[in-house]
């Protein structure tokens, strides 16, 4: 059995795509799915909320970019807790264009498939692989997209990210035409939603009527709460954290189904 690769992506900052990452990451290993999270921004956010959530400290033992330039990414695994695992990147990791530059010539498809490459080995070790990324155009997000059998685009309703995932979208098929991969788009998934804020309101009736069918129905809602796990990592109060659990276990549960029946559609094909 082959691990689902998902990247949750927007090319907008600060949309909530590594918070969905993490979150969903962390319940995935909760119902017991063998779960790796793949830390491919410098920003190294995702890995910095999942150490803090295993109690750990800052100190990276392998990072990513250190994986990829010795060609092999696998002894980078740092587990976070049963069930959920992390491949951490680090500052470093902003040398990765000129590594590839050096390494892949003029050879676009070697520069775009490496990660797919080094994620190769994993795949029969884990149930879910779950990708974060910088929010560019950039050979993070290409090399993302390609290695990924899934893509979601976390759009924060606000104007600038609404446009964002507008954009997204022609990318994702580019990419799709461009490098020959087989990328299936998941979805739109709305977040940071205010209650009775007008301009929430006003953006998703945009993408509603924009997206149609792709826009899932789970909508992530604005908390303090969240906001408090970038600096504790995400905690597990009974009272606190069980709105938020419900609200996100909501999303995975459509992002699953949306999963198994893309899948059963290409096996009756």
Not at 115 to 131: F, S, T, V, W
Not at 222 to 230: G, I, L
Request: hydrophobic content about 40%; proline content about 4%.
């Amino acid at each position: 059995m082959s691990a689902k690769v998902i990247n949750f992506a927007n090319f907008k900052g600060g949309v909530g795509k590594t918070t969905t990452t993490t979150i969903l990451a962390n319940i995935l290993s909760q119902f017991g799915h063998n779960t790796l999270v793949i830390d491919f921004d410098p920003q190294g956010n995702s890995s910095d909320m999942l150490m803090k959530t295993a109690g750990l400290g800052d100190e990276i033992p392998k990072s990513i970019f250190e994986g990829i330039q010795q060609q092999d990414i696998t002894d980078c695994v740092m587990y976070i807790k049963q069930d959920l695992a992390l491949i951490p990147s680090d500052f470093d990791l902003i040398g990765f264009p000129l590594f590839l530059n050096k390494t892949t010539k003029n050879d676009l498809m070697k520069r775009a498939y490496l990660l797919d490459y080094l994620i190769e080995p994993l795949r029969a070790k884990y149930d879910y692989i779950i990708i974060d990324t910088p929010p560019t155009i950039s050979d993070y997000t290409n090399n993302a997209v390609v290695a990924s059998d899934y893509v979601s685009i976390v759009m924060q309703t606000h104007p600038w990210s609404f446009r964002a995932s507008k954009h997204f979208i022609p990318y994702l098929q580019e990419m799709i035409d461009e490098y020959d991969t087989n990328i299936h788009l998941l979805g739109i998934v709305p977040v940071m939603l205010k209650t009775d804020g007008k301009m929430d309101d006003y953006i998703m009736r945009l993408a509603q009527q924009e997206y149609k069918e792709h826009m899932f129905s789970s909508e992530i809602k604005h908390s303090e709460r969240v906001k408090r796990y970038a600096l504790s990592g995400i905690t597990n109060d009974l009272i606190h954290d069980k709105r938020i659990k419900k609200m996100y276990g909501k999303l995975l549960s459509e992002v699953l189904e949306r999963v198994e029946q893309h899948e059963r559609r290409y096996i009756e094909q």
